[in-house]
């Protein structure tokens, strides 16, 4: 099949492609997909005390498109705080590289990783915001 | 070396070119119509034809009445099919295939389920063969057909079909052989084997595309069959239409050719093949070879490579034409069912790569194929975070994963 020049770009040159520490509280993991679907995206932000995500990796299995996929939504990750992050849509992702559909679902997991970095920071966020007013209650 | 490399032969071959030379003279200079029975264009491609089918024949050890040309092996496989279950309705209902069939065969099979035909879809073992007992067990009373392939197309396994045709033979039930990957590559001979009819096409054995045979057997049995088309009844009855003179003299030249040639080719193509096989798994580490290790065709390589997903890693040698098991580029999401039939997890058809090696293919370009599978799974890898897991320790089986 016939790839799209920004999809051949980021999956020759893939953005921000590694890993973050994913025990740092200030990091949030995403892992979604299934080996067995062909899919499988690790998305991890590092937000700062300022709520701005500061730093973003991906680490992908799946085809060119789900590369392309992930190492976009890292670079618009990049700079955005909490709430603008959670606004970056699938169909955003399918318009920037011009996905046919049957690669819908290569946008709609990048989506779904994004939103589960963003849970898991959010969590670990709060349970340090907890543990901090129980040790001051202390 | 001129780029790209082509290494998908189970796709199609480019015809050689003494089969081009061959064919040239019968599109403007005899033009004729082998059917033409009044004039000398008529009996010269007449001849011609006759001179391709007896080619053919001797190729698989036939009788050249026995050859009935087609439009090629989809074509065959439905003739065959449906032409015998449509004529052989009243001594049964019952057909036996197994589920790693082509297409053509599967699909035509579910047709004619739809028509009232029972189907038996044989299971296939790890190494993606029929197993020939099974055979035996699924014949009923109301069997009259057995198919089952020589040859798969995507993991190049090769079936015990000499044993099926025993099994065939001793029952009273016919058998058809889809030989289309396997004719012009390994010996082929229908009567040692016992195969009543066999599909088999031009393209996959440097011969042109459009032109395909079925081989059906005149005696011991004598097989009839119902034909697809109605029309000028050529081909002794079973399949009308004027024949494809030039694409025919292709066909029996790439046969001639094929017969010469296949002992010292597949010998060659064998070599190259161990040399892939053994040069990427040594280096990578977690390639699996799917398809049996020895039964197989001798330009045959499939591989699954772990934590790579087969789409990404052709696209990452876009200068090599390969075929992937990953059926990434459908919206079904399912891979190749070959693999999952032999029992391969998901995980690991998704990861397939299939290496068609041809008469034209160099070492050179062997050794260019190694180096750049090597260097792109080495780089997905690195982009991968299964493998990441694991090398973390991680038993990738055991983690729950979130599937919508």
């Known amino acids: 099949m016939a790839y799209s020049e920004k999809v051949i770009d980021h999956y020759n040159n893939p953005r921000n492609m590694g890993s973050l520490d994913k025990s740092d509280p200030q990091v949030g993991t995403g892992i979604v997909g299934a080996p067995e679907c062909g899919d499988v995206m690790k998305l991890q932000i590092k937000v700062g005390p300022d709520g701005v995500i500061e730093d973003a990796k991906f680490k992908t299995f799946g085809c060119g498109s789900a590369i392309a996929s992930s190492s976009l939504a890292t670079e618009w990750l990049k700079g955005k705080n909490v709430e603008e992050a959670r606004q970056i849509k699938n169909t955003d992702i399918v318009e920037e590289l011009c996905l046919p559909p049957v690669k819908i679902h290569c946008s709609v997991l990048a989506e779904d990783a994004i939103k589960a970095a963003l849970s898991d920071y959010q969590k670990k966020h709060q349970e340090s915001e907890t543990a901090q007013a129980v040790e001051a209650k202390a | ?243 494809p003179v030039p694409l025919i003299v292709g066909f029996g030249k790439a046969c001639e050719i094929a017969g010469a040639v296949m002992t010292e080719e597949s010998a060659r193509l064998a070599r190259f093949r161990d040399k892939m096989l053994h040069t990427i798994m040594e280096t990578l580490g977690e390639v699996y070879l799917n398809g049996h290790p020895t039964e197989r065709l001798p330009h045959n390589l499939n591989l699954s490579f772990a934590y790579v997903e087969g789409e990404s890693l052709l696209m990452g040698m876009k200068e090599i034409a390969l075929s992937s098991g990953s059926a990434c580029t459908s919206a079904s999401l399912e891979p190749s069912y070959v693999l999952k039939a032999m029992g391969r997890g998901a995980d690991l058809a998704h990861s397939s790569i299939r290496f068609g090696l041809g008469r034209f293919n160099t070492e050179e370009e062997v050794d260019y194929v190694i180096g750049r599978v090597i260097e792109t799974v080495r780089r997905l890898r690195e982009m991968s975070p299964l493998y990441e897991m694991a090398r973390e320790g991680i038993d990738l089986k055991t983690v729950n994963w979130k599937v919508d």
Request: proline residues 5%; contains cysteine; hydrophobic residues 40%.
């Open chain 2, 1 to 243: 070396m001129k780029l790209p490399v082509y290494m998908d032969s189970h796709s199609t071959t480019p015809v050689d070119p003494r089969a081009l030379e061959a064919m040239l003279p019968y599109f403007a200079e005899k033009f004729g119509n082998a059917a033409s029975r009044n004039h000398s264009f008529g009996w010269e491609a007449e001849q011609a034809v006759e001179s391709a089918r007896a080619q053919i024949a001797r190729l698989i050890h036939a009788d050249p009445k026995e050859i009935v040309f087609t439009s090629g092996a989809t074509e065959s496989d439905n003739l065959a099919l449906k032409g015998v279950v449509e004529m052989y309705r009243e001594k049964g209902d019952h057909l036996i295939t197994a589920v790693t069939e082509h297409r053509a065969v599967l699909d035509t099979a579910r047709r004619l389920e739809k028509q009232g035909i029972q189907v038996t879809y044989l299971p296939v073992g790890e190494d993606g063969r029929v197993d020939p007992d099974a055979v035996r067990e699924a014949i009923t009373e109301r069997t009259i057909l057995i198919s089952i392939m020589l040859a798969n197309n995507e993991i190049g396994t090769i079936n015990p079909a000499a044993e099926i045709g025993r099994i065939a033979k001793e029952r009273g039930v016919l058998f058809h052989c889809d030989a289309t990957q396997g004719v012009g590559k390994i010996p082929v001979d229908v009567e040692a084997m016992g195969i009543d009819l066999m599909s088999f096409t031009s393209h996959k054995m440097y011969g042109p595309k459009g032109v395909g045979a079925l081989y059906v057997r005149k005696k011991n049995p004598r097989v009839r069959l119902a034909p697809l088309f109605d029309g000028g009844g050529h081909e002794r009855g079973m399949r009308s239409g004027t024949l």
